[in-house]
């Protein structure tokens, strides 16, 4: 059996410093942000390369936090990619803002910065590129936009942990992001959690206060706001895995240029293209292949999990249909969601477990 994720395997290899970790925080009962998140937040700024990181309890919380500290208001548009997670979209929601959609470049997967300025009206306010999969947008066409039109980058950074483009990390470039660090995340918590990440003093500032109840102090409470507050037990377990994510990456990185090398010619698939400007890190490794549901399911019977990200594109998903879209709107999306298929990933995967994984595609692909 070989599993499309294994968070077991990377537990095993930290389990002791995860419990020191843990019993820290139970020693010093500092169950809700306190020293544990503090110090992880300063990690994770310097990760990212930016100035300031805010941790919250989720990623989805992280981006609408983003949103609303860039001022993004009801009747304001947010120009975002047709093929995201959907939490990208319902953030743009949750401001009463309204999402406008644009479709994928077809070799990153990527917003098509090109589509975008044909887009933009007198409502428009902010660009959301996505780093999908864990491969950056290409920002310097999209920050070129924002800055001749007056708009905010808020960056969807949730896949892109420790990516760069252009030598820059994602999740720095533009004014505000948004990372998720779900379970299964490149950087995941044993339980929920995200963090806004800004360059801005000002934005970091008024998200600092958005996710404790809009405290400036304590029981002054000058914005109407939220508990999105981050746990001390995830501030503890992601504070540990700061010391292993550069490895788990390059991990990642290995496999993914196994596969490449396994799977180059090939006939019948598509490989992910790993643009000069970036450095990919691989949340998912996902092919595209024509009878994506038949092949899925001879790996299944062959003992090899995959997934899909994601099969329905946004435009098409039955709470958006206020949108107005319809299948054929943006066919870079809607192939990705009928071809993609994404293969086991995840550091610790073995080089022995890939060449099965190849040889079970090429069976499968022979079927
Ligand atoms: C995971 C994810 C989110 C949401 O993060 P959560 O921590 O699950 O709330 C948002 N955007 C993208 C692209 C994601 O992959």
Request: glycine content about 8%; overall charge negative; proline content about 5%.
């Amino acid at each position: 059996m070989i599993p499309f994720v294994d968070l077991k395997a990377q537990y095993r290899s930290i389990k002791d410093e995860i419990n020191v970790a843990l019993d820290e925080v139970l020693e010093n009962t500092s169950f809700v942000l306190g020293p544990a998140v503090a110090r992880f937040e300063e990690k994770f700024a310097a990760y990212a390369g930016a100035k300031h990181a805010i941790a919250v309890n989720s990623g989805t919380s992280a981006l609408h936090l983003a949103l609303l500290a860039a001022g993004i208001k009801p009747g304001d548009e947010v120009i975002a990619p047709a093929m995201t997670f959907v939490a990208t979209v319902a953030a743009i929601n949750y401001v009463g803002a309204k999402p406008v959609l644009v479709d994928i470049d077809p070799v990153t997967y990527n917003i098509a910065p090109f589509k975008i300025e044909e887009l933009i009206t007198k409502n428009t306010r902010a660009i959301m590129p996505v780093h999908l999969y864990g491969q950056s947008a290409d920002m310097d066409p999209i920050l070129d936009i924002a800055r001749r039109r007056n708009l905010v980058v808020i960056e969807d950074a949730a896949q892109a942990h420790g990516a760069e483009y252009k030598g820059r990390r994602c999740g720095s470039m533009g004014d505000i992001s948004g990372f998720s660090f779900y379970p299964g995340k490149n950087l995941g918590a044993y339980g929920e959690g995200g963090a806004v990440v800004t360059n801005r003093d000002d934005l970091a500032k008024t998200v600092r206060m958005l996710r404790d109840w809009g405290q400036e102090k304590k029981g002054v409470h000058v914005l109407k706001a939220f508990n999105y507050r981050m746990e001390g037990f995830q501030g503890a377990v992601l504070g540990v895995k700061m010391n292993h994510i550069e490895a788990w990456t390059e991990g990642r990185r290995r496999a993914a240029a196994t596969y490449n090398r396994l799977l180059r010619g090939v006939p019948g698939i598509a490989l992910p293209a790993e643009m000069p400007y970036a450095r990919h890190v691989y949340h998912v490794y996902g092919i595209l292949v024509k009878n994506r549901d038949a092949v899925a399911h001879e790996l299944q019977d062959a003992g090899i999990g995959t997934n899909v990200h994601y099969p329905n594109p946004i435009h098409l998903q039955p709470c958006l249909s206020e949108l107005g879209h319809k299948r054929g709107d943006f066919p870079n999306a809607e192939r990705l969601a009928d071809e993609e298929l994404s293969l086991p990933m995840y550091p610790e995967l073995t080089d022995e477990q890939i060449t099965q994984v190849a040889a079970a595609l090429g069976a499968a692909l022979n079927a």
